[in-house]
C-alpha cells in the first residue's frame, strides 16, 4: 500500500514538473509587449515645411538631446519620428495636410505645433483667441524663408515681368507671348490648387487676396507636375518653391521701383524680393511643454538654421551682400552701397506699427551674434525707409523713428550702440500694393562698414 502512495506521489509530482515546465516554456517564448512611445510633441500643417523640412528639425533635435534609434516611418503626408531618450521610447508625429489644417488642429487640442508656408490669417486668430494671441510674438516663430520662382519652359526668350503683367497674365488679358515681347505662342498658365499655401502666397502678391482661377488657367496638383508641364510645354508658365525650381528658366521680376530680380539666396533673405514668403511655426501662448520650448529655441538656433539651408530654404543666419548702387539713390545712400555690404536682415514691423514683428526680435539677437563673431571691428549703419504717403517730411520722420526704434533694441537689449542712422523716406517701395506696402515698404535696413 504504501509503495502504491509513493508510487502515486512521485506521479502527481512529475506531471505537476511537466505542467510548469510547459508554462514557464510559453512564458518564455511570449513576445515581449511593446513598451508604450512618449510623445514628446504633435506638427500638424504646411505640406512645404511638412513633408522633409519638418521631420529634419525633429531629427536634428532628438540629435542634439543625444538620443539613439532615431528612425522615420512615413505613410502618405503622415510621418513619424522615433527614438529612444534617456532609454526611453519617444515619438514625434507630423501631420502635413496644409497650412489651414495647422489652425484646426491647434483649435481642436490634436496638434502642439501649426506649420504654415502663409501668416495666420485674421479669421484664424479669433478662432483660436481663447488661448491667447496667435499672431503675437510668443505664438508665431519665423523659421525660414522661400520664394516662388516664376517659371517658364528654358526656349522661352522672354526674361522679366512685372508684378501687373503677372496678374494679367494669369487673369486671362494677356494670351499670348508675342505681348510680352515673346514668339508667337499661346501663354498656357498653371495654378495651383485653391486650398495651397503657395498659391495663397501667390495671389496675395500679384492680386492682393485670393481669387478664382481665369478661364484657360490650368489648375495643378502640386509643384511636381507643374515642373514637369513647364518643361514639357514651350508656351507654358507655372510658379515653384525655389528649392523646386532647378531646371527652368526663372523669370526676373520687378516690383514697385526696384529692378527686375531673380530670385537668390541673399535677395529672398532681406525679403526684398517680391514673391518671398515666409515659413511659420505657431504654437499656443498658454500651453508650456518643456521639449516643445528647448524645439522651438533649436529650430531658431544655428544648428537649426543649417537644417533649413540643407533642406533647400533661405535660413535667416546673416551674410554680407555687396550691392549694385541704385542710380538714382541720394548721395549719401549711395556712398553706403558702394563702401559698405548690406546684411541678410530687414527689420520690419507688426502690420505696419511702430512694433518689431517675430522675425525683427529674433533677428536682433542673430546680429548681436553676427557683430561679436566677427573677425574684425564694424560699424552698423540702420537705414529707415517708410510706406508712400503725401507728405515728404511726414515719411522722413517715420523712417528716422524706425531706424530708431531698432537703435534703442540693439542698444537697450542687446549692447550694441556703435550705430548712424540713415532716413530715406519713402525711396525705393518694394511694392505699389496698397494692403502690403505698410508692412513691405516700412523697414530698417543693416550694412555694415
Known sequence: MDTLLRSRDMEG???????????????????????ESTTLFRMTGSNTIGAELAPRLVKGYLQSLDASDIEQRSAGERHWISARLSGQPVEVPIVALGSSTGFKALDSGSADIGMASRKIRPGE???LERFGNLAGTEAEHVIGLDALVVAVHPDN?????????????????????????GAD????????????????????????GSRPAARGVREVSGNAETHRRVLNGAGTIGYLPYADAGGVKKVA??????????????IVATEDFPLTRRLYLYRRPDQSKPHLDEFLHFVESRQGQKLVADTGFINLTPVALKMTPYPNAP?????????????????????????LDSRALSDLRRLE???????????LALVGFSDRKSNDNITDLISRFR??????????????????????GAFAPLTGNREHAPVKNSRVEVWIE
Open 125 to 127: 486668430v479669433e478662432m
Open 253 to 266: 521680376i520687378k516690383a514697385g521701383n526696384l529692378a527686375a530680380v531673380v530670385p537668390d539666396r541673399g
Open 403 to 424: 531706424a530708431l526704434k531698432v537703435q534703442g533694441a540693439l542698444l537697450r537689449e542687446h549692447e550694441l550702440g556703435d550705430s548712424r542712422i540713415l532716413a530715406l
Open 13 to 35: 509530482l512529475w506531471i505537476r514538473s511537466l505542467v510548469a515546465a510547459l508554462l514557464w516554456g510559453q512564458l518564455l517564448a511570449a513576445p515581449v509587449q511593446a513598451q
Open 157 to 181: 526668350p522672354v526674361s522679366q515681368l512685372t508684378i501687373d503683367q503677372l496678374g494679367r497674365l494669369y487673369s486671362g488679358k494677356i494670351r499670348n507671348w508675342s505681348e510680352l515681347g
Open 185 to 208: 505662342l499661346p501663354i498656357r498658365p498653371l495654378h495651383r490648387d485653391i486650398e495651397s499655401g503657395t498659391r495663397a502666397t501667390f495671389d496675395n502678391e500679384v492680386f492682393g
Open 331 to 355: 548721395a549719401a545712400y549711395r556712398e553706403l552701397m558702394e563702401s559698405g555690404e548690406r546684411l541678410s536682415i530687414s527689420f520690419r514691423f507688426t502690420d505696419g506699427s511702430a512694433e
Open 369 to 379: 551674434t553676427y557683430m561679436e563673431t566677427s573677425a574684425q571691428q564694424l560699424s
